[in-house]
């Protein structure tokens, strides 16, 4: 029993230090910090810097590095971001991100829409998008 709680807290440990990687288009040349993705991920922005139109993608709640941006980004928990967004959608004032299931199936829309921004775990990433930040 004792064995089994060491290794889940080194697993706990590992997942909770998972590095994440917010992933654009390869075209998209735009100038990216905290405070830009945050607006974009909490509706506030609608556009990337050069004008074009973003569309964010969210990871599903139960993926690991959902949870580490959320917190890390947005400054909010899972249960925080779900009451921001049912009032914004109850007012009629915003949309909540997509959820895509999984960060493989993140990279494969991000890397065919220059508008798409997501995130993933950054070990994930691969050539076919380019990093904007990693938290």
């Given at each position: 029993m004792k064995k089994l709680l060491i290794i889940s807290g080194l697993l706990f440990s590992?997942?909770?230090f998972a590095e994440v990687a917010v992933i654009v288009h390869p075209?998209?040349?735009?100038?990216?910090?905290?405070?830009?993705?945050?607006?974009?991920?909490?509706?506030r922005e609608k556009s990337f810097a050069d004008g074009q139109s973003v569309v964010p993608l969210a990871l599903a709640d139960a993926a690991p590095a959902s949870t580490a941006f959320n917190d890390a980004v947005?400054?909010?928990?899972?249960?925080?971001?779900?009451?921001?967004?049912?009032?914004?959608?109850?007012?009629g004032k915003g949309t909540p991100p997509k959820e895509i299931g999984s960060d493989e199936e993140m990279l494969k829309l991000v890397a065919?829409?220059?508008?798409?921004?997501?995130?993933?775990?950054?070990?994930k990433v691969d050539a076919s998008v380019k990093v904007a930040l990693k938290f």
């Open positions: 590992q997942l909770a075209s998209n040349n735009n100038q990216l910090d905290e405070a830009t993705v945050s607006k974009i991920f909490l509706g947005l400054k909010k928990s899972s249960s925080q971001l779900k009451a921001y967004w049912s009032k914004l959608v109850f007012t065919t829409n220059p508008s798409v921004i997501g995130y993933v775990d950054a070990a």
